[in-house]
């Protein structure tokens, strides 16, 4: 396109007129690569019509014009020059009463004037504010000038002291003419000298012939002071800043073009001179010493970040101390230590287990104990009449619904007594599996009874029992059940209890002994009377109004229910809505549920319930506690879960003797998939198989957990097509198609016996038979005979036992075994015979081997096979 000056846009406004509402000019448009383009902008704008007699927008800005246009024309004197100035100062804001007839709308017209206020009164500080410092700064200034000048007198003082008096000889002359002066009137010039010789009173009658010699003290002009440096800053300011104050004319002028400055721009200026004062004046800060939390191991970026110092300058001191490492490396607490000292801040030590800090409550004080009730745990062997002696004192009927007849979980119960005492029970298992059982059971009692039958004696878990009992300490009362059959015999127990150090009190001892008869309910109230008298000997107490503490007896997982822990409430009591941590799992009181199914609100001290609530199935034997918040009981347990998973991960350290186990490939293993319907239960049955491993096979518990056999039990199962073990339980609606068709073998036991019977079968029947050799006969080869083409015939003479076609042998030369074969053809006079005895000769072909001479010595042998028992 032509770049002529027709073609330039025009940027000047043109003339207004009554009928021109639009304004055009053109706009010339650049793209890349030198194109060009002219465009037409037009802009209308808003006619605006007064009432009859007012003047329109225009006419009041052209005033001002129409003023000051002759000014410079007239001719006027010298002093006259500035009236253009005085022409804008008779323009009074109260002329201007009507309102401005802009194009803007009043809204917008309210907002400008809103906004030039506020940019007015910002200004007003700013310029307040700069006021005070460059009178802070004068003043500043002006001190340390007066300073100065203080200085330099007292050292002209100092010097003019210290050098010799001036002495001028024509100095008499003029003394001498002195007394004419006084006569003269002393002129404006010479009074300032006349002062000083008056200044001195000089007694009567002397002369003024010869006056002391002056001395002058040089003193440096004092200078005017000149205009500080600010105050210029500031005036030639003001002339920028008044283009940009609001006034009672701009506020009510029609004129756009000369714009106000920004908050931003004040804002901006602000901060520019906010940096210069704190870069230029301020002093440095000290530094700042903080206290910084340095956990177990962290990385050396966080630790900078608590110590609010650089990174980099961490990793310096790092490397001189002969470490190289890099931002995102952690270090241990010890290396932080020493940085957090190098730097100069205060380091406290903290670990993670430290989130269980104030997890168990303080000791209670005296005052707020109160008598509770005893907790008394049934121990003893299998079989013995433990949970009939407990019916019976209950006057319920448990043992019916056992499997088998046994015991295989651990219960709690609450008896209340004809007088109204109240005693919580627990039963324990008698199996040998259930040993774990038992020592939580001692751990958590006050009082064990150990239940002997009187015809059976003392038994391996009896004795069992009684290791337990004294390892927890608690007092013990032996019961002696089955007193009613005919073969019973007390006192053989007593005797046999003296074996294992437990001396009753009829044969001078400390231990109760009571007979009784669950059966025929005989010696219950003597039995509950001692148990009574043992806790009030023992003044068992706890403190009720603080927050709960107890033991887990048992856990499950219940379809209906969800994850249900039996609790037996230790301190404390336990409320609905409470929030507690068991072991690695949280939860809130959702119910509780007593031994008798009926629901409760609180339970006190030496109350078993049911609680339900809980994120997870805990273990049994696991302490629970009640916390301030659901927060403190997630991290809680998220910690213990974290140091669980630790611990089973954990790799075990190398030595010798687990690098030659690694190395043995003859261990076979046995994998298999353990669910049960409690807790204890699943635990007891882990313990077991265990137990049964060998040298040679041992048991792989893939997974071990409460419930129902789930699918994802039966997806692990056949993965390495392991048996999948259910003790009570049974699978769900979509693992009992889903292990049809995978072709795992689901198994069902309600009794112990047989689970661990099959498990042991099952395990032996994966090993080789056992092949046991008998040696039947031994000959010796007294001559070689050839015996066809290739083979040859040994003529043998039987030194001991039998030889016998097809039986197994050893050729043995020098005792050293050439050859193992078997006896493939026997003769003897050239007849076919089946065996021969001792003391004949024969002949005989073995099979296989040709490598036969005079005087070696065939070892005869038999084998059989057997099937491997564990």
């Not at 033991?551 to 336990?574: C, M, S, Y």
Request: glycine content about 6%.
């Amino acid at each position: 396109m032509s770049d002529s000056k027709e073609d330039k846009p025009v940027l000047g406004r043109k003339p207004l007129g009554i009928k021109r509402t639009v304004e055009s000019g053109q706009v010339q448009q650049q793209f890349s690569h030198g194109r060009k383009n002219t465009v037409v902008v037009e802009v209308k704008r808003r006619r605006v019509l007064g009432k009859p007699g007012e003047t329109t927008g225009g006419a009041p800005a052209a005033a001002p014009q129409a003023e000051a246009a002759p000014a410079p024309v007239a001719p006027a004197p010298r002093p006259a020059a500035p009236a253009p100035q005085q022409t804008r100062a008779p323009q009074p804001a109260p002329v201007r009463q009507a309102p401005p007839q802009s194009l803007m709308s009043r809204q917008e017209l309210q907002a400008k004037l809103l906004r030039e206020a506020e940019e007015a009164r910002m200004t007003a500080q700013e310029d307040a504010r700069r006021r005070e410092d460059a009178a802070r700064i004068a003043a500043s200034e002006e001190e340390k000038r007066r300073a100065e000048e203080n200085r330099q007198a007292a050292e002209a003082a100092e010097v003019a002291a210290a050098a010799p008096a001036p002495v001028e000889e024509p100095a008499p002359q003029p003394v001498a003419e002195a007394p004419a002066a006084p006569a003269a009137e002393p002129t404006p010039a010479a009074a300032p000298a006349a002062a000083p010789a008056n200044a001195p009173e000089r007694p009567a009658g002397t002369t003024a012939a010869v006056p002391p010699p002056r001395r002058f003290t040089p003193v440096t002009p004092a200078k005017r002071p000149e205009p500080a440096k600010p105050e210029r800053a500031k005036k030639g300011d003001d002339n920028r800043r008044q283009s940009g104050k609001l006034t009672v004319t701009k506020a009510l002028a029609d004129d756009d073009s000369a714009r106000a400055r920004s908050l931003a721009a004040l804002k901006r200026a602000r901060e520019k001179e906010r940096r210069a004062h704190y870069a230029g004046g301020a002093q440095p800060r000290d530094k700042q010493v903080r206290d910084v939390v340095v956990p177990e191991v962290i990385t050396v970026q966080e630790l900078a970040n608590r110590m609010a110092e650089k990174g980099a300058d961490l990793v310096k001191s790092l490397f001189k101390m002969g470490q190289a490492v890099t931002l995102n490396q952690p270090i241990d607490q010890d290396t932080a230590e020493l940085l957090v000292e190098e730097f100069g801040h205060r380091i406290q030590r903290v670990s993670d287990a430290d989130v269980e800090i104030g997890i168990e409550g303080d000791v209670d004080a005296v005052e707020t104990l109160k008598p509770r009730a005893p907790v008394v745990t049934i121990m003893g062997h299998v079989d013995h009449g433990k949970t009939s002696l407990l019916d019976a004192l209950r006057g319920t009927d448990v043992v019916a619904g056992e499997s088998g007849g046994i015991t295989q979980h651990i219960g709690a119960y609450q008896v209340t007594t004809k007088k109204g005492d109240v005693i919580t029970f627990l039963d324990t298992p008698g199996h040998e599996a259930f040993s774990e059982m038992r020592a939580r059971g001692a751990n958590v009692t006050d009082i064990v009874i150990l239940v002997v039958a009187a015809d059976d004696g003392l038994m391996p878990q009896t004795i069992e029992a009684i290791n337990h009992t004294k390892a927890a300490g608690v007092p013990m009362i032996v019961a002696i059940n089955k007193c009613d059959k005919p073969d019973a015999n007390p006192q053989k127990v007593r005797e046999r209890l003296l074996s294992e150090e437990i001396v009753v009190e009829d044969m001078g001892g400390d231990v109760q002994d009571v007979e009784v008869s669950a059966l025929k309910k005989t010696g219950l109230d003597e039995l509950i009377e001692k148990i009574l008298l043992q806790a009030e000997v023992m003044e068992l107490t706890a403190n009720p109004d603080r927050a709960a503490e107890g033991n887990v007896i048992e856990a499950q997982l219940d379809k209906g229910r969800g994850a249900v822990a039996t609790v037996l409430v230790r301190k404390g009591t336990l409320k609905i809505g409470d929030t507690f941590v068991i072991g690695a799992e949280s939860g809130k009181v959702r119910a509780l549920v007593n031994d008798k199914g009926q629901q409760v609100k609180v339970a006190g001290p030496s109350t078993p319930v049911e609680v339900l609530g809980l994120s997870g199935v805990p273990k049994a034997g696991d302490q629970l506690t009640v916390v301030e918040n659901e927060a403190r009981a997630r991290e809680v347990a998220a910690y213990r879960q974290e140091q669980m998973t630790l611990k089973r991960t954990a790799s075990v350290p190398t030595n010798f003797e687990s690098m030659f186990s690694a190395l043995n490939t003859t261990m076979i293993e046995y994998p298999v998939v353990i669910r049960g319907d409690v807790q204890g239960s699943v635990e007891a049955i882990v313990t077991a198989l265990n137990r049964i491993s060998t040298d040679e096979i041992k048991v792989r518990i893939l997974s071990s957990g409460v419930g129902a056999i789930t699918e994802s039990d039966v997806t692990l199962a056949a993965a390495s097509r392991a048996p999948l073990i259910g003790f009570n339980v049974r699978p769900n609606a979509k693992a009992r198609p889903l292990a049809t068709r995978e072709k795992i073998s689901l198994r069902y036991y309600d009794v112990i016996y047989d689970l661990l019977e099959e498990v042991r079968g099952e395990m032996a029947g994966q090993l080789a038979p056992e092949r046991i050799e008998t040696i039947v006969g031994r000959a010796e080869v007294l001559q070689v005979f050839p015996a066809g083409k290739k083979d040859k015939a040994a003529g043998l003479l039987v030194l001991d036992g039998i030889i016998r076609k097809g039986l197994n042998a050893r050729l043995t030369r020098s005792d050293v075994i050439v050859s193992k074969t078997v006896i493939h053809s026997l003769r003897r006079f050239k007849d076919d015979v089946s065996e021969v005895r001792a003391g004949m000769e024969c002949g005989a072909v073995l099979q296989d081997t040709n490598d036969i001479k005079a005087g070696d010595t065939l070892e005869l042998f038999e084998v059989e096979e057997r099937q491997r028992t564990l």
